[in-house]
């Protein structure tokens, strides 16, 4: 059975890190392009950043560029999103997500990726 399954959520201050974790178990999560999403409150899904399993490359949204980092740990089948210089605009349930994607990855909110893990809340406040 596929699952992801998120961690590390939490509060933090404005200015504060927090770094999300993204188990998968059911396959081979290095087969998978792996994106990490977001979605506020009242708002539309977000694509936040995404790295390839083909040569390891990242992308990211705009809005978390120097602030975020994306990584995958092969050996323990888990993807990371490290996150720094918080802001309160970055409060939401983030998400991660699997595909197997033989052509790169993509933030586009309007991707289905196939695997969806169920969510873990962050909230940056003073």
């Known amino acids: 059975q596929v699952q992801l399954v998120e961690s590390g959520g939490g509060l933090a201050q404005p200015g504060g890190s927090l770094r999300l974790s993204c188990v998968a178990s059911g396959f081979t999560s290095d087969s998978y392009a792996i994106g990490w999403y977001r979605q506020a409150p009242g708002k539309e899904r977000e694509g936040v950043s995404c790295v390839s399993n083909l040569d390891g490359s990242t992308m990211y949204a705009d809005s978390v560029k120097g602030r975020f980092t994306i990584s995958r740990d092969g050996a323990k089948n888990t993807a990371y999103l490290q996150m720094n210089s918080l802001k309160p605009e970055d409060t939401g349930v983030y998400y991660c997500?699997?595909?197997?994607?033989?052509?790169?990855?993509?933030?586009?909110?309007?991707?289905?990726?196939?695997?969806w893990g169920q969510g873990t809340q962050v909230t940056v406040s003073p």
């Open positions: 997500a699997a595909s197997r994607a033989d052509w790169g990855c993509t933030v586009d909110p309007r991707y289905e990726y196939e695997h």
